[in-house]
């Protein structure tokens, strides 16, 4: 079965899409119609851009070029995470960056090689598109789990500051807050599990049936998709607020953020 291509008229149908939700904003009065216009020409532009350099992309040889591809995307996501988070005491970017390309790129890496066994285990047209999706849901997990953590290493800053006065060091201070802040990024992935395949078909799933793929090989490859964000989200926020959580502490363990 052939995938049936969409025609430009109907790719235009579909802004009727945004031309709803875009009346809903102005009649409630919501405030987002702007949002919702700029969201559209980014989406279309960035789609149609990456559409176009793909057909280049898949064409590479080496892991380099596409290991490069892979962190231009991450540092993408990062920035992303960046405006989502509201905190400007602490550069957490840089240990973003790090934690965000070594847990991804090994959970991607391991997909694709060891699960998959593709050949060899960095083409573009699996790692890189399994890559994006490790990035796309786990970037949510990071930035829900630092700004758990920031939230509330401020409003209890008088709790830390106790325990820190009684001799605690920072992790004994703060272990509370850093479990919270993790789970807080792994939840959203364990609440999907519970709903995929009775609730919802995920995109991965759905693509592959559209494109006429055998539904048992589709949810082989949905399984596998569930399983690695699971985990990639699981280990990306862990090393994220680890990492970050010490830099909201002093050498002699004093608490840097301020309070609300």
């Known amino acids: 079965m052939s995938v049936i291509d969409i025609s430009w008229s109907g790719l235009l149908l579909s802004l009727l899409f945004v031309v709803l939700a875009g009346l809903s904003s102005l009649v409630l009065q919501l405030g987002l119609h702007k949002d919702i216009f700029w969201g559209t020409v980014r989406t279309v532009s960035q789609l149609f851009l990456m559409g176009f350099l793909l057909k280049y992309i898949f064409q590479l040889n080496s892991a380099g070029p596409v290991l490069l591809v892979y962190a231009v995307m991450i540092l993408f996501a990062a920035q992303i995470i960046r405006g989502r988070v509201k905190n400007k005491e602490i550069p957490y970017l840089a240990p973003t960056i790090i934690s965000m390309f070594l847990s991804y790129t090994l959970v991607a890496f391991i997909v694709t090689a ?126 994220v607020t680890l990492l970050v959580r010490r830099m909201c502490f002093s050498a002699s363990h004093s608490l840097l953020l301020g309070k609300d």
């Not at 709903?195 to 693509?207: E, Q």
């Open 114 to 239: 060891g699960i998959i066994q593709v050949e060899p285990w960095y083409r573009p047209s699996y790692f890189l598109p399994i890559g994006g999706m490790i990035i796309g849901n786990s970037m949510n997990a990071i930035a829900l789990s630092l700004e758990r953590l920031f939230g509330d290493l401020r409003a209890q800053r008088d709790v830390v500051e106790m325990y820190l006065s009684l001799g605690a060091d920072y992790r004994e201070a703060s272990g509370d807050i850093f479990r919270r802040a993790v789970s807080a990024g792994m939840i959203p992935s364990i609440n999907s599990m519970m709903g995929v395949g009775l609730v919802f078909i995920p995109g991965m799933m759905s693509g592959q049936i559209l494109a006429g793929a055998d539904p048992i090989i589709a949810v082989k490859y949905q399984i596998v998709v569930m399983l690695m964000l699971v985990g990639s989200t699981a280990l990306g926020s862990f090393l």
